[in-house]
Nanobody, 124 residues
Framework: QVQLVESGGGWVQAGGSLRLSCAASGPIFGHWVLGWFRQAPGKERQLVAAFTWSGTTEYYADFTKGRFTISRDNAENMRYLQMNSLEPEDTAVYYC?????????????????WGQGTQVTVSA
């Protein structure tokens, strides 16, 4: 059974940084796609970034504007989202999620597995 647990959220002032972690367990294959999503109150869920579990392909939403970077620690089955130059508009619950399909276009990710989410709050 695949399980995902996010951590690393919190409160930060505008311009600050946070690193979110996603701890994964269970049978995961290299072609699976992990996505970082976010959802702000009253807004639809957005895809922030996505990458193959093996790390060969990456996708970033335009609004990340080079501020966000994904990374991984294969030994620990950890995936990270480094967020720099945070803005109040980045305030949301952030989720990591896995799609087991072999995707040609990572932006088409539609995960089967979700973490519980971690709150990120950015104050002006």
């Amino acid at each position: 059974q695949v399980q995902l647990v996010e951590s690393g959220g919190g409160w930060v002032q505008a311009g600050g940084s946070l690193r979110l972690s996603c701890a994964a367990s269970g049978p995961i294959f290299g072609h699976w796609v992990l996505g970082w999503f976010r959802q702000a109150p009253g807004k639809e869920r957005q895809l922030v970034a996505a990458f193959t579990w093996s790390g060969t392909t990456e996708y970033y939403a335009d609004f990340t504007k080079g501020r966000f970077t994904i990374s991984r620690d294969n030994a620990e089955n950890m995936r990270y989202l480094q967020m720099n130059s945070l803005e109040p508009e980045d305030t949301a619950v952030y989720y990591c999620a896995l799609d087991p399909r072999r995707l040609v276009r990572l932006a088409a990710i539609s995960p089967d597995y979700w973490g519980q989410g971690t709150q990120v709050t950015v104050s002006a």
